[in-house]
DNA sequence: CTACCGATATTCT
DNA sequence: GAATATCGGTAGA
């Protein structure tokens, strides 16, 4: 594998956008995986040196490697020790970021949501982003996958603004006011908002010149 | 609605 | 060694 944004194959054009760009794209679009299709309904952008609050904002590591590689590419980490959750690399040529996919309404594969996490009711399935990692089967080994263009199915035609809400990211301390949140207007499966307990607020994006 | 806590890999000092 | 964390489940007001 090399480094060089020159040399990587171009697979998904699409995403080759910033974080912020990307995210409202993947909204309404249809994900296969694990055996199970997912309609996404929530995602939030994370980039990188001048995002505090992306796990790339202090450059590469060896659990953020992912999302310095390239777009197109499982993103998948452990949160708070327990829960896997997944993000889709999206980012300019040469730079790192990804769009958590926090909230979607499972389409298919119905029954194997279901046994993956006993005791939920069909809404509660993906209903969040630890919840979705978990009916998707995420696992140690998802991190660093790339989509096949078979397994994302974007929007199309591409949702209305009107049908696309924004606000501040959920449970970060740094950066939460950023508005990279994303959700499909009304829908149910969307998780709920949930501010960090400690969050700073964000210092102004930019002054005007 | 709010608050707490479990659970542990990763990162920072 | 200590602090943190892109969370979820539950309890209680």
Not at 13 to 39: D, F, T, Y
């Amino acid at each position: 594998m090399t480094d060089w944004p020159e040399a990587w194959s171009g697979a998904w054009p699409e995403l080759r956008a910033p974080a912020s760009v990307v995210a409202p794209m993947l909204l309404g679009a249809v994900l296969s995986w694990g055996g199970v299709r997912l309609r996404l309904t929530e995602v939030e952008a994370y980039e990188d040196v001048e995002d505090p609050g992306s796990h790339a904002a202090r450059g590469r590591t060896a659990r953020v490697a992912t999302m310095f590689d390239e777009p197109g590419r499982i993103y998948c980490y452990l949160s708070h020790g327990l829960h896997r959750c997944l993000n889709v690399v999206a980012h300019e040529p040469g730079r790192a970021g990804a769009v958590l996919l926090r909230a979607g309404e499972v389409v298919d594969g119905l029954d194997l949501a279901r046994s993956r996490r006993p005791g939920s009711s069909d809404r509660d399935l993906a209903r969040g982003p630890g919840r979705l990692g978990a009916v998707l089967g995420a696992d140690q080994v998802t991190d660093g996958l790339m989509l096949g263009r078979d397994q994302l199915g974007l929007a199309d035609p591409p949702l209305s603004e009107q049908a696309i809400s924004r606000g501040p990211r959920v449970g970060l301390r740094l950066a939460a006011d950023r508005p990279w949140r994303y959700w499909l207007t009304g829908e149910r499966t969307v998780s709920p908002y949930r501010r960090h307990a400690r969050a700073v607020p964000d210092p102004p994006a930019e002054p005007p010149a």
